[in-house]
């Protein structure tokens, strides 16, 4: 009974295999996944993903990374798509400071109104954040995101930067890097995180646990994460499982 809160199959690294691979995530108990798209490409595949597979739910935003490229029309476009059912959450948006792809400024704008977007469909945020965690959480307190809460989507901040987000209504989700074998801090960090407010993710194609770490990351392999949070917990994997489940029905509202 595994869910994978953030996967992108839609990625044309799933070309070759991507039934296979969908198969091998079922035959391995995963009975939910959301499917990101983040950009003008990915957005269209991940729609047609969530009307193929009954299991499969969308969180359609705009990428950090991509917003120089966005126009005020996209948000338009995305509040139109999210009327669809399967549409559970804006994002993956927020903050990344590593890539120089975008402006700190057209960044932060961006974020801000996607924000308020989401406030106003009522809709939760899937969080990306990458060497920004004071801007994110500051901005994060300024639109009210704690309204709509969301996801702190394959979280890599401290402690306190966890206690902020917890404060501000958000779950905290845990990917490959935790089965890393010097995940000391993410490790430190579930130990804190209170087990009804943490999630497990993917983000396939990319952060692959251990022993796969460096290959192509797939839905299926969530389960490994399973295992990891299961240790670091001291619980059972099947208690893991259902419990980051419910979190995330409830996360997402699908309860």
Known sequence: MLFDTHAHLDSHKFDADREEAIARARAAGVERIINVGFNRETIPSTMELIDTYPFMYAAIGWHPT?????????????AELCRHEKVVAIGEIGLDYHWDTSP?????????????????????IVIHNRDAHE????????EHAETIGGVMHCFSGSW????????????????GPLTFKNARVPKEVMKRVPIDRML????????????????????????L???????????????????????????????
């Open 135 to 142: 801007d994110v959480v500051r901005i994060l307190k300024e």
């Open 225 to 255: 994460v399973a295992q990891t949070a299961a240790e670091i917990k001291g619980k059972s994997v099947e208690e893991i499982s259902k419990i980051t489940f419910q979190n995330a029905e409830r996360c997402f509202r699908l309860s």
């Open 160 to 175: 306190e930067i966890a206690k902020m987000c917890l404060d501000l209504n958000f779950f905290i989700s845990f990917g």
């Open 66 to 78: 991509d917003t120089h490229e966005m126009k005020p029309e996209d948000l338009t476009w995305i």
């Open 200 to 223: 497990i993710e993917t983000d396939a194609p990319y952060l692959a646990p251990h022993p796969y770490r460096g290959k192509r990351n797939e839905p299926a392999y969530v389960s």
């Open 104 to 124: 700190k400024e057209v960044q932060q704008q961006a974020f801000r109104e996607q924000i308020r977007l989401a406030r106003s469909l009522d809709k939760p």
